[in-house]
């Protein structure tokens, strides 16, 4: 498993703890302004340091802004 691989991992298993997992998937799929209104699947795409950053910081406080 890659570098990338793990990190989206980490970002599922994020979700799962923030909005749950019903909710996850239409997440994935649902604009963001955060990513210039980007989906987060397609932002990931582009680069997914933020989206794993962007949920970082929602998940730990803003501690990784």
Request: contains cysteine; aromatic residues 12%; hydrophobic residues 45%.
């Amino acid at each position: 498993m890659n570098l990338e691989e793990k990190k989206l991992m980490q970002c599922k298993l994020m979700l799962d703890a923030i909005i749950g997992k019903d909710n996850a998937a239409k997440w994935w799929l649902s604009p963001n302004q955060a990513f210039d209104g980007l989906t987060p699947s397609a932002q990931w795409l582009v680069n997914h340091d933020i989206v794993y950053s962007y949920l970082l910081s929602h998940t730990f406080g803003g501690i990784y802004s």
